[in-house]
């Protein structure tokens, strides 16, 4: 399978624990992008990658968001002290520039 | 600020039955508009693109940058079409802003 992959798909845990997911894009995608969605919203953006450069986040990433892309290839987004708020899918899409974004298949995050 | 509105949270219709999904953005810029599509236990997938101007699956969408719309229609739907549709913004750095999706059943 030559897609997003996304690691887990699904992780419960503990209000005021750290969760870390990682995505994995299509090999030659230079351009990263991670998406929240909650029940019954669309996906809303986060961050984007252009290789390992952090270019922008969404005021949605709080400071306990962080996500990083070293080598610019996989990236990870990890979210410190979780919140029942955090509780969403996370998503993950890939493009080369100005291309279409394809996307994982999501982490679902569930605080409890 | 940028907003897309899709203001049917769920669409019923009959297999055979015209299909339009309606969509409405803000944007005043020159906006790049898709139709993203899931289906049940699959993953957010492209449906089709403006600029493109391609009918996939039977579906099409005509921008309309009068009434600010980005409508899909498709005039005989089928079982399969049903599906959570997102249509979608792209501005900027290429991010995508998503309206609230639509679900589609198609009933036999």
């Known amino acids: 399978d030559t897609g997003v992959s996304q690691d887990p798909r699904h992780k419960i845990t503990k209000r005021g624990q750290n969760v870390t997911f990682r995505c994995d894009p299509i090999?030659?995608?230079?351009?990263l992008y991670w998406y929240r969605q909650t029940l019954g919203q669309g996906p809303e953006f986060l961050t984007y990658f252009q290789n390992e450069a952090q270019l922008e986040k969404s005021r949605l990433l709080s400071d306990r968001f962080s996500a990083e892309r070293p080598k610019g290839s996989f990236s990870t987004l990890e979210i410190q002290r979780t919140e029942q708020g955090d509780s969403a899918m996370y998503l993950c899409a890939s493009t080369a520039s100005r291309d279409t974004q394809y996307f994982g298949p999501g982490t679902r995050l569930t605080v409890l | 600020a940028q907003r897309v509105t899709q203001p049917e949270k769920l669409l019923s219709v009959f297999k055979g039955a015209p299909v339009e999904l309606k969509c409405n953005y803000s944007y005043s810029g020159s906006p790049e508009l898709f139709w993203y599509v899931q289906y049940s236990r699959q993953r957010l997938q492209l449906l089709l693109r403006?600029?493109s101007r391609e009918s996939i699956k039977g579906f099409t969408a005509d921008l309309n940058k009068g009434e600010t719309s980005f409508h899909l229609k498709k005039p005989f739907a089928q079982e399969e079409d049903s599906a959570m549709y997102y249509c979608?913004?792209?501005?900027?750095?290429?991010?995508?802003?998503f309206g609230t999706g639509t679900r589609l059943q198609v009933f036999p």
């Open positions: 403006h600029i």
């Open positions: 979608a913004l792209s501005i900027d750095t290429d991010k995508l802003i």
């Open positions: 090999s030659e995608h230079n351009r």
